[in-house]
């Protein structure tokens, strides 16, 4: 009785061993210990008598386990052979973090959750990923503010030039799309943010200053992120003089401060210039109405010329002040970069506005010169009528007295 009970306990020993024995399958993960790492092959005890064999490039995945790896380390392989013409089991470390990596995206797409990724190169759609094989894309319209490719005219060379510098860039995104079957999956790095966006806007009130970094420059303005969210400066709101481009006033990823002036839904307005005093205010004070400026002529328009007076303040001469003689093309009498001077005729410094007159230089000493030519004709007419008043007179008074002669 005793006999049996020891055999009935070995057997049982024996089940429990062959429950725990693992038998290598093709496509399925594998644990097992590092034994030897040659020139170009790992081998691997998988235990149960089984060695597998880990080499070219299915040594190689994007974890870069292979450059850790040590005898005697434990390492997870994906099987690819059961047994090959040596008698090792095949197995692949790429396709292990391919299947690790895959888990991993499929998580994070279930649960809605961000991860980070790398792209490893760029088309004129968007930013493309493989990772292990697996294919990933960020369509343009997916990435976030910083890194969208505002440029003029949507010149699709300046977009892809501007894509090519986020390869090697790691990205927060959010898997958005995921084809099973394919194996391939969109990312959006603008969905990572939109929480964190949303959460911004609802607290951004107008009138607040927020540091933020240049994410485009376009010919009508300059774009600007901060705190996840993304507005506008205005070209006529970068500064307080004439903005000519607005390249000439920052670059991409440079750090600058503005201030909040309109909210409208998820467009925000933002201004450079009102964080710095208006010189205009200054400018009614130095400049009045009748003073003689000198300056230098620096943009001709079909209505006139602009002169520079200082670096934020430029006055214009309307094509009708620039002569007596009438002008209807003012590149004809002033060039650009001429050195000038011309008189204030008027200032509104709530408007912005200087004009100024160069036929009023001579306008005075014409005047005066019209008004003694007035003055000598009516003195001449002055002349002429007590000359006839005189005439009149004598003619009369002779007329009286041959009158008088006759009557005697």
């Known amino acids: 009785m005793k006999h049996k009970i020891v055999v009935s306990s070995i057997m049982e020993e024996l089940l429990k061993s062959a429950t725990d024995t693992v038998i290598p399958?093709?496509?399925?993960?594998?644990?097992g210990t590092v034994v030897s790492i040659l020139k170009n092959k790992v081998l691997v005890d998988l235990g149960s008598g089984y060695t597998g064999v880990i080499s070219g490039h299915e040594a190689h995945d994007s974890f870069g386990t292979l450059k850790s790896l040590q005898?005697?380390?434990?390492?997870?392989?994906?099987?690819?052979?059961?047994?090959?013409?040596?008698?090792?089991?095949?197995?692949?470390?790429?396709?292990?973090?391919?299947?690790?990596?895959?888990?991993?995206?499929?998580?994070?797409?279930?649960?809605?959750?961000?991860?980070?990724?790398?792209?490893?190169?760029?088309?004129?759609g968007g930013l493309l990923l493989n990772i292990d094989g697996i294919k990933g894309f960020i369509p343009v319209s997916q990435l976030a503010p910083l890194h969208y490719p505002r440029v003029d005219g949507a010149d699709s060379n300046q977009i892809l030039t501007r894509l090519q510098k986020l390869a090697g860039v790691p990205l927060r995104v959010k898997v958005i799309n995921l084809d099973r079957d394919g194996g391939k999956l969109i990312f959006s790095e603008k969905a990572a943010e939109e929480e964190k966006r949303g959460e911004a806007l609802d607290k951004l009130?107008?009138?607040?200053?927020?540091?933020?970094?240049?994410?485009?420059?376009?010919?009508?303005g300059i774009f600007v992120t901060f705190d996840g969210l993304e507005g506008l400066v205005h070209i006529?709101?970068?500064?307080?003089?004439?903005?000519?481009?607005?390249?000439?006033?920052?670059?991409?990823?440079?750090?600058?401060?503005?201030?909040?002036?309109?909210?409208?839904?998820?467009?925000?307005?933002?201004?450079?210039?009102?964080?710095?005093?208006d010189p205009?205010?200054?400018?009614?004070?130095r400049y009045a109405v009748g003073t003689v400026i000198e300056g230098d002529v620096n943009r001709i328009t079909p209505f006139g010329a602009f002169v520079k007076l200082d670096e934020e303040i430029n006055g214009l001469i309307h094509v009708s002040e620039i002569s007596e003689e009438e002008v209807t093309d003012a590149s004809t009498i002033l060039k650009?970069?001429?050195?000038?001077?011309?008189?204030?005729?008027?200032?509104?410094?709530?408007?912005?506005?200087?004009?100024?007159?160069?036929?009023?230089?001579?306008?005075?000493?014409?005047?005066?010169?019209?008004?003694k030519?007035?003055?000598?004709?009516?003195?001449?007419?002055?002349?002429?009528?007590?000359k006839a008043e005189k005439k009149e007179k004598k003619e009369k008074k002779a007329k009286k007295e041959d009158t008088e002669k006759e009557e005697e």
């Open 25 to 31: 399958t093709p496509g399925a993960l594998i644990d």
């Open 71 to 124: 005898e005697g380390d434990s390492v997870t392989a994906f099987v690819l052979e059961d047994e090959n013409d040596d008698g090792l089991v095949v197995l692949s470390l790429r396709k292990a973090s391919q299947k690790k990596s895959w888990n991993k995206f499929v998580t994070a797409y279930e649960t809605n959750e961000s991860i980070t990724v790398i792209p490893s190169e760029a088309n004129k």
């Open 205 to 220: 009130e107008v009138g607040e200053k927020a540091k933020g970094r240049i994410s485009g420059i376009v010919k009508f």
């Open 236 to 277: 006529s709101e970068i500064a307080w003089g004439h903005v000519k481009d607005p390249h000439d006033y920052g670059r991409l990823g440079d750090d600058v401060d503005v201030l909040i002036i309109g909210k409208e839904g998820d467009k925000i307005s933002l201004s450079m210039k009102r964080l710095v005093p």
């Open 280 to 285: 205009w205010i200054e400018a009614s004070k």
């Open 336 to 371: 650009v970069g001429e050195h000038i001077k011309a008189k204030i005729i008027s200032i509104d410094p709530e408007e912005h506005r200087v004009a100024l007159s160069i036929k009023a230089l001579t306008e005075k000493p014409a005047k005066k010169k019209k008004e």
């Open 373 to 386: 030519a007035e003055d000598s004709e009516d003195e001449s007419e002055e002349e002429g009528e007590d």
